[in-house]
């Protein structure tokens, strides 16, 4: 009898994670206001914005820090770098927020329209930008905390009828395929003195899709679950060096094709051998050193 190739098994239950969330909207509805309600904050500050007076009364009595444009917030390797040490570094924070993703993905983008000039066609300089994208999605959702990505919005556009491209509404300004990556996208208004959020995109059952509810904290806490929310993350263990000393020798001896390698990478959200956790290291080595003395 042979043995299946199928892959499936049963469905697990797990532990509910932190919310990882995009909130868009025009100036003046209450976006950082409301990141700031986030328990112990690590404020990443790309726009310089939040040196006002009334944002840093608020983040000193959340427990929170800004990292502003002078220590690196506007340059995405730095940012990444920031997400990295929050991952495996032991600290009192709970949610991290970047205030704008809008501003960091743009300045990527126009480096490097800048640095191609002439060259620059057919999307060509938001290639880098997206490929960090990438990489900064890989660590929110490994992250152990609340995250807050806060968004322009730009002009969504669409078809009439006719066919003819027409706005359809309002969306956020960033890399397109980022509402895709993560689990809630909101949009934010204001009407007199209310504020009002919008699911646009969820895989929440406490947010269905296309509901309006009071946009503030406390009731985003109750939906969410405050418990999930205030709770203390943990942190990662990565892989020691000598594990990756050994992956990168079992590699020389296996020569695997480097799509099986970007298979690996991909499946722990990782860009490297040095990112996957120590468990994941370990899977890795036994796995190689099995195929070699076969």
């Known amino acids: 009898m042979s043995t299946s190739k199928l892959k499936a098994k049963a469905p697990e239950k797990h532990e509910p994670t932190k919310p990882k969330l995009l909130i868009f909207g025009p100036p003046g509805v209450g976006k950082t206001w409301f990141s700031l309600d986030f328990p112990s904050c690590y404020y990443v500050d790309v726009e310089g914005g939040a040196a006002r007076t009334h944002y840093m009364d608020k983040l000193k009595r959340s427990g929170g820090l800004v990292m502003g444009p002078e220590e690196g917030a506007l340059d995405f390797e730095t940012v990444i770098g920031q997400f990295q040490a929050l991952s495996t570094e032991k600290h009192n924070f709970k949610t991290v927020v970047v205030d704008s993703i809008t501003k960091l993905f743009n300045t990527a983008v126009a480096q490097e329209a800048e640095r191609l000039g002439a ?89 269905p899709d296309n509901e309006r509810f009071d946009f503030g904290y406390g009731d985003f806490a109750d939906r969410y679950g405050k418990d999930v929310i205030e709770k203390q993350g943990g942190v990662l263990e990565l892989a020691t060096a000598e594990q990756v000393e050994e992956i990168n020798r079992l590699v020389n001896i296996l020569r695997p094709s480097e799509e099986d390698i970007q298979k690996i990478w991909n499946k722990a959200q990782a860009a490297g051998w040095g990112e996957l956790t120590s468990d994941q290291a370990a899977k890795v080595i036994e796995s190689y050193t099995k195929k070699i003395s076969k």
């Not at 490994?142 to 009828?161: P, T």
Request: proline share 1%; hydrophobic share 40%.
């Open 119 to 207: 060259k620059d066609a057919f999307g060509a300089s938001k290639k880098p930008a997206v490929a960090f994208m990438r990489r900064l999605v890989n660590w929110i959702n490994r992250v152990d905390m609340n995250v807050v990505l806060i968004s322009h919005e730009k002009e969504e556009w669409g078809q009439d009828a006719k066919g003819e491209r027409v706005a359809i509404g309002k969306t956020f300004d960033c890399w397109d395929k980022l509402g895709y990556e993560l689990d809630l996208v909101l949009s934010v208004s204001k009407q007199g003195n209310s504020r009002y959020g919008t699911v646009k995109k969820s895989r929440l059952v406490g947010f």
